[in-house]
């Protein structure tokens, strides 16, 4: 059989949108008219796709195949016309960056306004997630290049290094160890031990995230592997419930560094100091991508430093 695109379009719609009724929304197409396509589309395989019998659509063995397939045929369709479109370099396009929560919130901004005042004809989308988001939004092929702290693991993808980031302990400006906190851009005075952080509570973040993997890291190897924690989701409700006091948490220096400089917050220099992580754009290895993913990647290898007020390399 000659497989119908449109209907495979609408069946991957039905499923991305979790239903017919929110699909045929989307698709601005009436609920019957959906559900007739995917059942077309159903007779001509032979086979159930979707299973219908409960509350909520649910993929059968041949529709989750299916679903590979299709997603794999529109991006490859995708491609197509990105490759047509490099005939016209950059005067018009769509660039769709993805970060990671600490770079897509503190790195990525200004560099993709960096990008656009360059080609100002491109449109530019941000994604941010945690590092198991964006790496499945790669591979899915919803984003076409991202930057991310720390090296991905997903085989499909291929990264180079760009830049480095490090995480510094920080805490409330009244905590009992601020008066060895380091002053945004000075040297430390003092350099706290690890046993001086026995009884803290560290605020860590959530399951996927890079930071979290080097947050336990750090304690581990300050021998604080049993130190109470607590689990707080994204670098902006850590900071703010720091500086209110509830803990003490690992974030990045560029995530803190506006607090740091204005009070907010302190830093404190332990030792060990926890190693750097690589700052890395990926890509799908398979992508053909586009003008504007090539032009983006080009800019990003010419960044030398983080855009910001401060370095805070004197922690080290």
Known sequence: MQLNLHRLWIFMTVVECGGFSAAAQK???????????????????????????????????EGEVMLEYARRVFLLADEAVAAIRQVSGLQTGTLVAGGTTTVGTYLLPPLLAAFRDRHPGIEIGIQVG???????????????????????????????????????????????????????????????????LAGELFLIREPGSS??????????????????????WGPETIK????????????????????????????????PVPQPRPIVLAHRRDRLLGPAEKAFIDMLRQVRSWPGINRLRSIS
């Open 27 to 61: 698709l601005y197409l009436s609920q019957p008219s959906v559900s007739h396509q995917v059942r077309q589309l159903e007779q001509g395989l032979r086979t159930t796709l979707i299973d219908r019998s409960g509350a909520r659509i649910r993929l059968t063995p």
């Open 130 to 196: 945690n590092a198991q988001q964006v790496e499945r939004g790669l591979v899915d092929g919803d984003i076409g290049v991202a930057v991310l702290a720390g090296e991905p693991s997903a085989a499909q993808l291929v990264s180079e290094p760009i830049l480095e980031d490090r995480l510094v302990l920080i805490t409330h400006p009244g905590h009992r160890l601020s008066s060895r906190a380091v002053v945004a851009g000075s040297a430390p005075s003092h350099t706290a031990e690890p046993e001086e």
């Open 211 to 232: 930071t979290r993997e080097l947050q336990e890291r750090a304690l581990e190897t300050w021998g604080l592997a049993a130190a109470g924690r607590t689990e707080i």
């Open 240 to 271: 703010q419930a720091v500086a209110a006091g509830l803990g003490v948490s690992l974030l990045s220096e560029h995530c803190v560094e506006q607090e740091l400089a204005d009070g907010r917050l302190a830093a404190v220099a332990v030792a």
